[in-house]
């Protein structure tokens, strides 16, 4: 446990809570270490001291560990894969090249097995999805306490809030998500043209032949209402997925790391059973980096697709 | 767990990312990836030609071989053929040769005999004309008489 004085109440929501930095209105009443109570006399940008203040803050707030994580994870791949790409050589490939070109080719396989048009965005999204998200999904394997107590040791807070695993935050999903669906939405339009596009969403599945046309009053809003969940559900079901599994296996070893400041033996079983799910959960989290890779490409597929053609 | 501006964030960083990634590191490692399969490729098939060159070029010498022993076999039989004629024509000369010195020898052999014909009959006239010039006792005019002498020597 990070600290002695904690309820494992406390440990646990402090360790889901992020790093925040974000407004706080005027008028709020915040409350120091030592128990004093003072009012902002005007809105203001500062780091959270509590879980309440960072939910105060509303939509306008960072999280500085989400973003500082992701960010630092999708450079190291695009050092890596970009050094890759520069010492690549054509002769026999060697090391760290040819587990680059191994990834690209499973992905280049991938991706061309769901994805028939002709785009040359999709296949290094595929590979820039699934190495990211692998990499951000992979800090969940560090021990929960170690990251956290590092930055509480170089900070010198003892509640300093430090989250490691960006996909254990909604937003960064989401905000993957949320990516993947404007781009869905950019292509459907580019290929489809907007008329297409909202025909796409008004006249499908159901349409009546023109000899009954009147019955396309009533089917059009129903067409429109049930592809406009299908289609916000791919990108909330796409983000929610990945920071479901995440969560999930993060509060796990959350609760296992409890098991540590019981006592002796159940510190042992402890250590036993974080081991066994860490092995198990490198399954879970090279699985999701994969699936939302997959379901990525397939969105773009059928926003490709072109359903005027098919009839 | 609050939505806030982490998502859009996180968005645009998914979009430079993407940008990155397409811009820079997947076109080469594709390039390159793509030239060295071009390459097993070519080697593949280079090697599937120097396969049939091989058999093809085995099949050549195996011709030619064959084609030299029988031409092999036809310049010896004609060498034999013209062997045996040269020693038949060496024969034949031979035969000539010795035909020729044997009349040659003939002919002077009879010369020779001739010659000592020739001589006695002078030499016996002579001995004949001195037998007479006796018997007589006169000396007989050799020239009278020569006619006579030489008839006779001519008759011996």
Redo the contacts between chains.
């Keep these: 446990m990070a600290s002695e004085g904690q309820t494992s109440t406390q440990y646990i929501q402090h360790h889901?809570q992020?790093l925040?930095y974000?407004k706080l209105p005027a008028g709020y009443v915040r409350t120091d270490a030592e128990g004093h109570e003072h009012v902002l006399e005007q809105a203001t940008w500062t780091m959270a001291h509590t879980s309440q203040e960072?939910?105060d803050?509303?939509?306008?707030?960072?999280?500085l560990d989400?973003?500082g994580w992701?960010?630092g994870l999708?450079l190291l791949?695009?050092f890596l894969?970009?050094r890759?790409?520069?010492k690549?050589?054509?002769?026999v490939?060697k090391g760290f090249q040819s587990g680059?070109?191994l990834i690209?080719?499973f992905v280049?396989n991938t991706v061309s097995d769901i994805f028939h048009h002709k785009n040359?965005?999709i296949?290094?999204?595929g590979?820039?999805i699934f190495c990211?998200v692998f990499l951000m999904n992979l800090m969940d394997l560090i021990p929960v306490d170690w990251l956290p107590s590092a930055a509480m040791a170089v900070t010198g807070d003892p509640h300093f809030f430090f989250k490691v695993v960006?996909t254990t935050?909604?937003?960064?999903t989401?905000?993957?998500a949320?990516?993947v669906f404007?781009l869905m939405i950019f292509f459907s339009v580019k290929e489809k043209g907007v008329l297409g596009f909202i025909k796409e969403l008004t006249c499908h599945p159901f349409f009546a032949p023109k000899k009954f046309w009147y019955f396309n009053i009533v089917l059009i809003p129903i067409n429109t209402i049930l592809e406009t969940v299908a289609l916000i559900a791919k990108p909330i079901s796409l983000g929610l997925r990945l920071f479901g599994n995440m969560y999930a296996g993060e509060m796990i070893f959350i609760l296992i790391a409890l098991l540590f400041s019981v006592n002796m033996l159940l510190g042992v079983v402890g250590g036993v059973l974080q081991w066994g799910w860490a092995v198990f959960h490198i399954l879970v989290i090279s699985l999701q980096a994969f699936i939302f890779m997959v379901l990525t490409t397939v969105y773009m597929a059928m926003a490709h697709d072109n359903h005027d053609e098919q009839h | 767990m609050n939505i806030n501006l982490t998502l859009i964030g996180q968005t645009l960083t998914f979009f430079v990312f993407i940008w990155f990634c397409m811009k820079f590191v997947w076109p080469a490692l594709i390039s390159i990836m793509e030239e060295r399969e071009k390459k097993i490729a070519d080697g593949l098939e280079a090697a599937d030609r120097a396969d049939k060159d091989l058999e093809l070029a085995q099949k050549k010498a195996t011709e030619k071989l064959h084609a030299a022993k029988q031409e092999a076999a036809a310049i010896i039989e004609q060498a034999n053929k013209r062997a045996s004629q040269i020693v038949e024509e060496a024969k034949g000369q031979a035969v000539a040769e010795g035909n020729r010195l044997k009349a040659a020898a003939e002919a002077q052999i009879e010369q020779e005999v001739n010659r000592a014909k020739e001589e006695l009959r002078g030499k016996v006239a002579a001995l004949a004309l001195a037998g007479a010039e006796k018997v007589l006792g006169a000396n007989i005019d050799a020239n009278a008489n020569s006619e006579l002498v030489n008839q006779l020597a001519a008759e011996l």
């Design positions: 889901l992020n925040t974000g960072a939910k803050m509303g939509f306008m707030a960072i999280h989400t973003m992701s960010i999708g791949f695009s894969f970009f890759a790409a520069k690549a050589t054509v002769g490939p680059v070109e690209v080719d280049n040359r965005l296949a290094p999204m590979l820039t990211w960006p935050d909604p937003n960064a989401l905000g993957m949320v990516a404007l």
